[in-house]
């Protein structure tokens, strides 16, 4: 079965949205396997956003992912990480569709609200950086 990181960003957060986002997810069929909230430190989040170190919105993306605790969930499902991804709708949420979780919620391109896992490979890598193994209930 197919796992996905979902992170509920600052913005989300202080508007008391991670109730309605987990939740919409859940609506999808996706079981949630892992749960925990965390204030990321910068160098937690320059690790979580490595592959996007060379780009400008880099150190502005590492300060606001730690400027607030945040929630991590770990989703799991028959193509968890496509149908979170299609839930979430377009980085920029100027782009996303109404009735998705950025399109709904997502303030501009950086506080859109809502992360998820782009692969298999980066889900591995970034459920693994978020939560041991003891700390994942998967089936
Ligand atoms: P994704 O979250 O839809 O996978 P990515 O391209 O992986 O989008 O970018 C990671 C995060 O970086 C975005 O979710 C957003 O918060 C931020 N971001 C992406 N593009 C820009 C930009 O052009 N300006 C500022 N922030 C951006
Ligand atoms: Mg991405």
């Known amino acids: 079965m197919e796992k996905t990181l979902v992170l509920i960003k600052p913005d989300a957060m202080q508007r008391g949205l991670a109730n309605t986002i987990l939740s919409r997810l859940e ?23 490595d592959i996007h170190r060379d780009k400008p919105f880099f150190s502005s993306l590492v300060d606001y992912i730690s400027s607030t605790p945040i ?8 193509k968890a990480i496509e149908q979170a991804r299609k839930a979430m709708g377009a980085t920029d949420p100027a782009k996303s569709e109404a009735g998705t979780i950025r399109g709904d919620f997502g303030v501009d391109i950086e506080h859109n609200s809502v992360h998820g896992s782009d692969s298999a490979e980066s889900a591995e890598r970034e459920i693994s950086l978020f939560f041991t ?6 089936s």
């Open 71 to 78: 929630v991590a969930a770990a989703f799991e499902g028959d």
């Open 133 to 138: 193994e003891e700390e994942i209930f998967s």
């Open 27 to 49: 609506k999808l069929g996706l079981k949630l396997i892992a749960l925990k909230m965390l204030h990321l430190d910068k160098q937690f989040a320059q690790q979580h956003y």
